[in-house]
């Protein structure tokens, strides 16, 4: 169900450059696309239309005809997605999330995962040349599902206590560690981890000589 482009998602900058940002796991390439409180301001699911497009996108590189999605279904998948920054932030954070700093992960955003999860997912084909290939058409539902699943599969598994934010002050862009020693700290060393790398230069250099 993937293709084979590198994982991970092109995001932009507010001024328009553009940088690569693997997350680590198809759920948590979902979360860019908006959120609850001061993340709604970064929503682009409007329409059915912009979901597929995202999908495109996404690590399962679907096209826009393997998925049926209605506005219902879209709207369902971004209350999943709504509860997946919730349950991955506080996991990030040691319980706390951090679109709302007083309050823990609602106990609901379970209830909202496992409702998804238990639907048929997207059902996975492979092509004669032995090489994964699109899925038999499906629907928001089963989107919906894959995605609940692979959240499930992350939260429960051995890279469960791996799930961080990015360590950039200004930046709460989340990801899974899945790198042999465990030490990543940037959403992308392209974009927060050169601009770390510019700063500690710059007050090394600014630093008086003793």
């Known amino acids: ?22 997350p680590g796991a198809l759920c948590l390439e979902l979360l860019p696309t908006g959120g609850p409180g001061p993340y709604a301001r970064y929503e682009i699911l409007h329409r059915p239309s912009d979901l597929l497009e995202w999908l495109g996108q996404s ?17 369902a998948v971004r209350t ?8 991955t932030a506080a996991r990030a954070g040691g319980g706390r999330a951090p679109a709302d ?28 040349d032995g090489t994964a290939a699109p899925p038999l058409p499906g629907d928001g539902d089963q989107l ?10 992350l ?12 360590g950039a002050d200004d ?17 992308s060393m392209e974009r927060c981890g050169n601009r770390h790398k510019v700063r500690a230069l710059r007050a090394r250099r600014e630093r008086p000589e003793g």
């Open 59 to 75: 690590r399962l590189g679907l096209p826009a005809d393997a998925v049926r999605i209605s506005d219902d279904q879209l709207a």
């Open 171 to 187: 930046c709460q862009l989340l990801f899974v560690d899945t790198s042999r020693p465990g030490r990543r700290r940037w959403c």
């Open 144 to 153: 919906a599902s894959t995605l609940a699943r692979d959240a499930i599969a």
């Open 101 to 128: 700093p007083a309050d823990p992960a609602d106990p609901a955003d379970h209830t909202v995962l496992n409702r998804a999860a238990a639907r048929p997912p997207l059902a996975p084909q492979i092509a004669p």
């Open 80 to 87: 999943l997605r709504d509860a997946l920054w919730r349950l």
């Open 155 to 166: 939260f429960t598994g051995p890279y469960a206590d791996r799930i961080r934010e990015c």
């Open 1 to 22: 169900m993937t293709d084979e482009r590198s994982p991970g998602l092109v995001l932009h900058y507010p001024g328009g450059a553009r940088f690569h940002f693997d």
